[in-house]
């Protein structure tokens, strides 16, 4: 292996049975294999790097579709279509991708999701070619980008889960939701800049390019060309009863997590897709950057800083249920109490505040029920994670059309920050009394004290 300086002192190879964990045996129930501290450092920089690039990936095509429709002459039902697909896509694969990276290993997912999308983003320009059929091309493009982008997330809280001990998955998780936002800055910023200098193909060849980038360091350093191990070829290791993760969703907490999950995913659609009209429509003569830009910068800091404070109190021997609690009652309540100030006439700079402490509360989900499936059921949770964000998608895309009608027939804002906050309420209302952190998936698991190391 090249003696790279950024890999240089920890063996890079994914092979689960190789990495012996450091945890003595009955703190360890599983059998997982945790990273060394040198690989958990590289591998935290791939993932959010990856989290970051999905995003941008993601992103192109809004930030790309006014130019596109312009060239291609498209209508604004044509551009919703083609808008449309990556989220059909995006539902379909969660459950999979999941399933897929419990027994394979999310890392070796990751890698080939990333390599796949790469292509498609590089090549959906040379579709622009096909000027006859360009709605129906661009729209299969962005089915199967969210096909490939749907294994994305069940795959990282399936790596997190296996490879991180319990008392730093909120900071890596967290790390990993930043850089999401930080992917969407970037193409925002630069690819906006791009966009006007270079014409839109450029955003689609640059991101396609960093994302094969990607998959290629972590091919030929992490993985080492070995992405599909003999092991994993034979019939025995997959003789695994499957499916059988659907047996703890008959249990309260599990209930009470994906319902969470859902009640957040449908106000946070609905937050984010309908906050710019907002801002138009309130207050049209404001500067529109600084209402695309000032939350969205204040999410990053928000969502590490969720992340490090919940790692903390579990290494300092708080409850660990009792951390995800807190951290949702900030990301759901305390959001909703800031979004339901502008439910009265404010002035802008009010808004703006309050609009940018909601969404920068709303990160501390990371830390409350997004990762407390690696609480109850690390051993699939890439699998779970993947069916409660599958519900929570179509959820999303409820909300938002629900959203919409609203805006139409009252003309009223007030009534669409009211229904997220009965969503969040209703969701945070089961998580408070019925959610937990202890395991569901091994019976004769007993508690165990969280095993604490120094954040990464």
């Known amino acids: 292996m ?5 890999f240089r002192g920890c063996r890079c190879t994914l092979d689960p049975w190789v990495f012996a964990t450091n945890l003595p045996p009955e703190q360890n129930p599983q059998g997982q294999h945790i990273w060394s501290r040198p690989l958990a450092r590289t591998w935290t ?6 989290s970051c ?4 990936a993601r992103m192109a095509m809004p930030v790309c579709v006014v130019s596109m ?41 990751l890698f080939l999701s990333t390599a796949s999308w790469a292509i498609i983003t590089a090549a959906t320009p040379l579709l622009g070619r096909l000027e006859d059929h360009s709605v129906a091309a661009m729209t299969i493009a962005r089915f199967l980008m969210g ?20 008392g730093e998955r909120g900071f890596l998780m967290s790390c990993i939701n930043g850089g999401s936002y930080f992917g969407m800055l970037v193409v925002g910023g630069v690819g906006s800049l791009m966009l006007e200098r270079r014409g839109w193909q450029s955003v689609f060849y640059a991101t396609g390019a960093l994302s094969g980038l990607w998959a290629l360091i972590v091919c030929r350093f992490l993985l080492q060309g070995q992405v599909i191990p003999n092991h994993l ?70 969502a ?18 009792a951390v995800r609690k807190i951290m949702q009652f900030v990301a759901m309540g305390v959001s909703s109490v800031f979004m339901l100030l502008v439910c009265k006439p404010v002035t802008f700079t009010f808004a703006l505040a309050s609009v940018s402490a909601a969404v920068g509360c709303n990160t501390f989900s990371t830390s409350g029920v997004s990762i407390n499936v690696q609480d109850l059921a690390p051993s699939c949770a890439g699998a779970l994670y993947g069916f409660m964000n599958m519900c929570g998608a179509f959820m999303g895309l409820l909300v938002v059309f629900f959203s919409g009608y609203l805006i139409e027939v009252t003309a009223s804002w007030p009534a669409v920050f009211s229904l997220i906050g009965l969503l969040n309420v209703t969701g945070l ?9 202890s395991r569901v998936d091994l019976e004769d698991y007993r508690a165990v004290s969280p095993v604490g190391r120094q954040p990464l």
């Open 429 to 437: 209302g089961f998580f408070l009394v019925l959610g937990d952190a």
């Open 45 to 50: 920089v791939m993932l959010v790097l990856c």
């Open 233 to 302: 070829l034979s019939a025995s290791y997959w003789s695994v009863p499957k499916l059988h993760w659907l047996s703890h969703l008959k249990k309260g907490p599990v209930c009470a997590m994906v319902l969470a999950h859902m009640c957040h995913s449908g106000a946070s659609y609905a937050l984010l897709s309908w906050l710019p009209t907002y801002f138009k429509d309130t207050f049209p003569h404001a500067p529109g950057w600084l209402y695309n830009v000032i939350p969205w910068t204040i999410a990053i800091p928000s």
């Open 53 to 56: 690039l999905v995003y941008c």
């Open 69 to 109: 429709a312009a060239t291609f002459g498209w209508s604004k039902t044509e551009s919703g279509l083609v808008l449309g697909g990556f989220y059909w896509g995006y539902c379909l694969t969660q459950i999979l991708g999941g399933h897929t990276s419990d027994k394979f290993g999310g890392e070796r997912i």
């Open 2 to 6: 090249a003696d790279n300086h950024l």
């Open 147 to 166: 096909l490939l982008q749907g294994v994305v997330f069940p795959s990282l809280v399936s790596v997190c889960s296996q490879r991180m001990v319990e």
């Open 304 to 321: 590490v800083s969720g992340g490090y404070v919940s790692d903390y109190l579990i290494n300092a021997g708080y409850g660990v249920s």
